[in-house]
């Protein structure tokens, strides 16, 4: 697995800077990594990835899909591991799936403090706050350590290699690695997710913050609804229109989001 993991780290010094990653961005980066591992490497990454909890799922998207080569297919999906197990709509494959390792729940596998590190910025006197643990920095390591480890399950390792590929591309972005704090902001900005554009002509009155949890998936419904453009029927259930919108709340129209 060392030249897999020098591999990736070389790929990632050639990605120029982008928005924020989604399912599309961390396949992209899986994809150039993948170009440059050795027929042997690729046949050890998928016998390693044939005992990870969501192989039976991309089996068959990759089926579904056309897709002949199902290990670099899969290999792509674990990319994005991370973020689709973080899903709890009802009508999704990886919430409805009951996978169980030591007797823990699927969700067990979700670590939504792992993708990211809050380094204080300030650019004035606001007085900071430390970044929390675990997050990406001291998880990275850890991950490689499993992942390096012969003695670890499987299905451990497994779920370490997706960890280590989506925490590479997640390192890489600017807003994962930063909390801004200002005298407006005194907890800091949550890399970004307090920050909304303001829009005057948008009839949304003055600026304010939202209490609730957003992700970047909700920017194109948000838009969509605040400019009474129907959401493209074709695209309603693809990576660009996953979110939700948030226009309800911003109208003060909606007290809440459904929980995700």
């Given at each position: 697995?060392r030249?897999?993991?020098s591999?990736?780290?070389?790929?990632?010094?050639?990605?120029?800077?982008?928005?924020?990653?989604?399912?599309?961005?961390?396949?992209?980066i899986?994809?150039?990594?993948?170009?440059?591992?050795?027929?042997?490497?690729?046949?050890?990454?998928?016998?390693?990835?044939?005992?990870?909890?969501?192989?039976?799922i991309?089996?068959?998207?990759?089926?579904?899909?056309?897709?002949r080569?199902v290990?670099?297919?899969?290999?792509?999906?674990?990319?994005?591991?991370?973020?689709?197990?973080?899903?709890?709509?009802?009508?999704?494959?990886y919430?409805?799936?009951?996978?169980?390792?030591?007797?823990r729940?699927?969700?067990?596998?979700?670590?939504?403090?792992?993708?990211?590190?809050?380094?204080?910025?300030?650019?004035?006197?606001?007085?900071?706050?430390?970044?929390?643990?675990?997050?990406?920095?001291?998880?990275?390591?850890?991950?490689?350590?499993?992942?390096?480890?012969?003695?670890q399950?499987?299905?451990?390792?497994?779920?370490?290699?997706s960890?280590v590929?989506?925490?590479?591309?997640?390192?890489?972005?600017?807003?994962?690695?930063?909390?801004?704090?200002?005298?407006?902001?005194?907890?800091?900005?949550?890399?970004?997710?307090?920050?909304?554009?303001?829009?005057?002509?948008?009839?949304?009155?003055?600026?304010?913050?939202?209490?609730?949890?957003?992700?970047?998936?909700?920017?194109?419904?948000t838009?969509?609804?605040?400019?009474?453009?129907?959401?493209?029927?074709?695209?309603?259930n693809?990576?660009?229109?996953?979110?939700?919108?948030?226009?309800?709340?911003?109208?003060?129209?909606q007290?809440?989001?459904?929980?995700?």
């Open positions: 697995m030249k897999f993991i591999t990736l780290l070389l790929v990632f010094l050639f990605i120029p800077p982008a928005f924020a990653w989604n399912r599309v961005g961390h396949e992209v899986a994809n150039l990594a993948w170009r440059h591992f050795t027929p042997e490497l690729r046949a050890r990454i998928v016998r390693l990835l044939k005992a990870h909890p969501a192989w039976p991309w089996v068959s998207e990759a089926k579904a899909a056309g897709v080569n290990g670099a297919f899969a290999f792509l999906r674990c990319s994005s591991y991370p973020d689709d197990v973080r899903t709890r709509r009802p009508d999704d494959p919430n409805s799936s009951h996978v169980r390792e030591r007797g729940p699927r969700l067990a596998f979700n670590h939504p403090t792992w993708h990211y590190i809050d380094v204080p910025v300030t650019f004035g006197v606001t007085p900071v706050e430390p970044a929390r643990q675990p997050n990406v920095e001291t998880q990275l390591p850890f991950c490689l350590r499993i992942l390096e480890n012969p003695r399950s499987r299905m451990r390792r497994a779920l370490a290699l960890w590929v989506h925490l590479e591309g997640d390192l890489h972005q600017p807003l994962h690695c930063a909390t801004r704090f200002s005298r407006a902001l005194p907890r800091g900005d949550e890399g970004g997710n307090r920050y909304l554009v303001r829009w005057p002509n948008g009839k949304l009155g003055a600026a304010r913050d939202i209490d609730v949890p957003t992700q970047n998936t909700d920017l194109l419904p838009l969509c609804e605040l400019c009474d453009v129907p959401l493209p029927a074709a695209e309603k693809t990576e660009l229109f996953r979110g939700v919108s948030l226009a309800g709340l911003l109208r003060s129209d007290p809440a989001l459904p929980d995700r």
